[in-house]
């Protein structure tokens, strides 16, 4: 049986520029065959077992020739699989679909092209340059410029291409910007033309150079600037200094590493998406239902004396998610504390608290379990039952000071925090790369995975390969696990909370960005 093949634009970079249809189609794609201008986030949508082919072309080098990128969509397809051709910005603009669209449709092979967000539009508008202005040009040429000189010669009629439009925007052309401005200038475009080069636009790396026809060839020298860039021509670039958004954001220009759980990560993510930066998710762990059966018999046979409890302490989110799960799972509901006073270790564990009907107390301080007997001590009476329910991870000290005090406490495993054991080259090139900014760790279980999973993958010293970037820690006991494993910590939250986290992130980029 024949397969199918989608041939999807992923968008300029940011991996949230990219269609739902397009999104779609990774998530039920075999194998996605990709290239170096398509966001790597966008790989870890891809279903379980799915196959990732990189076809990527770099200036110095070709991964693969574009005739042998054709034939291998036709022979993947031809296996029965799914295929996904993954390419940067739109398909049809200068992206090649039509040869292999062509191949394809001589074999017989069903295909779909999903459109793209052009990079010609999208880039210069994260730098604040929007391609048409209704009082500056009205029309815009889309032109190739990753040609030779003779080559451009042959494909662009410069006569009649200089002046068509108001706007002019080169796809791919920093290496010929001298040849590119000094036709433009012999066909009649004013020297004094503004010029804009933008690279990497819409992602973490994204930077803009301006100047004009007569002088951007010796900036881009100067600058050291180098592709891959979208290159605007035209009065259009003037309106960047008013219309600059991108770069006033309080994390542009950072992509941070989110290690927590897939299941918690989005509260994380999402923060640094809306404040600028580009968040990298690799959860180095995950939290499941107790596979060990002592345990789990333990926490049932704890949850079915719930009327017993005098106290009932959450002390995270996890633990409320999962003492509820148990509790559907025994047919029981949480009538059966009326007697417990509950109380929840920080904002968020009240607030998950809350949205199950519960209104908690909550603990004073840092976020820490030492707050309970800030709030209680006085109240903690010896003889009374107490009940933890938590991961398999937790700390010893609150249920050994609650039983020097004289309380029994109950312990109920509610979940396990495991490795997830997932491997991703593509971050071991952003460390390589120093394209990892700042990492993030909200316990200590996710330093400990994060190397472990470093070491696993290939990187004898994951603190040495780490040193480059700032280590940001959600509190002092994840902190302390962190330089205990060699990392230099610099940032961390002043509360437990990922809006403090987020903050000192923040802080963080301000001061870096004044020196």
């Known amino acids: 049986m024949t397969g199918k093949v989608y041939l999807v634009g992923a968008g300029p970079g940011d991996a949230r520029l990219i269609t739902l249809k397009g999104m779609d189609c990774i998530e039920k794609g075999d194998v996605i065959v990709y290239d170096r201008l398509a966001n790597p986030s966008l790989l870890k ?6 196959e990732k082919v990189y076809v990527g072309k770099r200036p110095d080098r070709h991964t693969m020739k574009q005739e042998e990128i054709n034939q291998l969509l036709v022979d993947l397809a031809l296996t029965g ?29 069903p295909y779909e092209i999903v459109p793209g967000i052009t990079a010609a539009i999208s880039v ?7 391609v048409t202005h209704r009082d500056i040009a009205s029309s815009l040429s889309i032109i190739t410029g990753h040609e030779s000189p003779e080559k451009l010669d042959q494909s662009i009629n410069w006569e009649k291409v200089t002046n068509a439009t108001g706007t002019l925007v080169f796809m791919m052309g920093v290496a010929k910007i001298g040849y590119i401005s000094k036709q433009l200038i012999t066909y009649g475009r004013s020297p004094d033309t503004p010029v804009a080069l933008v690279r990497w636009g819409t992602r973490a790396e994204q930077d803009t150079l301006t100047g004009t026809l007569a002088d951007i060839e010796e900036k881009v020298r100067e600058a050291n600037f180098q592709p891959p860039a979208v290159i605007v021509v035209g009065e259009v670039v003037n309106q960047r200094e008013q219309l600059k958004w ?13 290690t927590r759980a897939r299941s918690q990560a989005s509260e994380l993510v999402n923060r640094i998406e809306d404040l600028g930066g580009e968040p990298y998710e690799f959860p180095v762990i995950e939290v499941v239902m ?7 018999l333990q926490s049932h046979t704890a949850l079915g004396c719930l009327a017993e409890y005098d106290w009932v302490f959450f002390t995270s989110v996890n633990g409320v998610e999962y003492f509820f799960k148990h509790l559907e799972k025994l047919g029981q509901d949480i009538r059966s504390l009326h ?20 209104v908690a107390e909550e603990l004073p301080g840092s976020y820490q379990a030492e707050g309970m007997f800030e709030a209680y001590g006085d109240e903690m009476v010896a003889g009374q039952q107490v009940l933890l329910p938590r991961g398999d991870l937790a700390r010893t000290w609150l249920p050994g000071v609650l ?9 109920a495993v509610m979940y396990e925090t495991v490795p997830t054991g997932e491997e991703d080259d593509e971050l071991l090139k952003l460390i390589e790369e120093g394209g990892i900014h700042a990492v993030t760790f909200t316990s200590s279980s996710t330093v400990t995975n994060l190397m472990g999973a470093l070491k696993r993958m290939g990187i004898s010293d994951p603190a040495q390969a780490l040193s480059g970037a700032e280590i940001a820690c959600i509190g002092p006991l994840t902190a302390k696990t962190a330089k205990e494993a060699g990392l230099n910590v610099n940032l961390m939250a002043e509360e437990a909370t990922i809006d403090s986290l987020v903050e000192a992130l923040c802080q963080w980029k301000a001061r870096t960005s004044k020196v």
């Open 339 to 358: 007697k417990a006073r509950i109380a929840a270790v920080g904002p968020a564990t009240k607030e998950a608290l809350r949205l199950r009907g519960i």
């Open 246 to 258: 991108a770069e006033s954001m309080p994390l542009f220009g950072k992509r941070i590493l989110v």
């Open 290 to 296: 107790p596979r060990n059966e002592v345990d789990l």
């Open 403 to 411: 039983r020097e005090k004289g309380l029994s406490v109950t312990e």
């Open 81 to 109: 699989k799914t295929v996904v051709r993954l390419k940067g910005g739109d398909p049809t603009i200068f992206g090649r679909v039509g040869e292999e669209a062509e191949l394809l449709r001589k074999h017989g092979i």
């Open 124 to 130: 210069p508008a994260y730098a604040g340059i929007p």
């Open 45 to 50: 949508r891809m279903k379980y077992g799915a």
